[in-house]
């Protein structure tokens, strides 16, 4: 007579979804604030920027110093969250925070040092803003020029939960923006897509050309400026 072990009779009654999902460990944890604090680390600050692919607007960052004695749940990439939860979500960070701040480098830069190099200057920025020097930095794979000890993390916001509170509040603030720029340049559909390269942006800046604050260093934006949709050429008289 065979004898079966009783977790495999449990196993083999469970869905294959619960087991996928209990295997699935979570990815956005403070397990990289937790290290740097063994190591004599304190103020420990997490830094991300939203925007980077826009064709419009600011690149806009956020520095985020979190209070490891005030939990928030639910952190993770803002671009997982519904807009919804993120805003709830960035009232919490503001409120239980020991300190952050927000930075934007603008369009007109974007196009003089390209986005790299604005992206960096942003964070930099957010950075220098924050109430309280941080001692360390954990950053969406990006390095800054400052004597801050500093650690990259590839698709940080989805591991380090002060990344991810930086780039929550830094996305609600650029979205906060685009539904005002909205109602200046309608034509666009910012508060639709945020300015990103969607089917309707582009179909917009064919028939509309480009705003002042298009990044025309964007090839779309440069040219949306250069061929309106609908431009004709008028033949010139040859001489006879």
Known sequence: M???HPLHVNLVLWPASVLEFAAMPKRCTSRFE???RKCGWQRIAGLDEVGRGSLFGPVVAAAVILDPKRR???LDDSKKIPAERRETLALRIRERALAWAIAEVDASRI???NIYQASRQAMTQALGQLRISPDYLLLDAMELDVLVEQKSLIHGDALSVSIAAASIIAKVERDRM???WDRIYPQYGLAQHKGYATPVHLAALRSHGPSPHHRYSFAPVREA???AAGATQTALPLPS
Do not use: K, L, T
Request: aromatic letters at 12%.
């Open 2 to 4: 065979s004898h079966v």
């Open 34 to 36: 937790r290290e740097a």
């Open 72 to 74: 928030i749940m639910g």
């Open 111 to 113: 196009d003089a040092w």
């Open 178 to 180: 685009m539904n005002e």
């Open 225 to 227: 400026a250069c061929w």
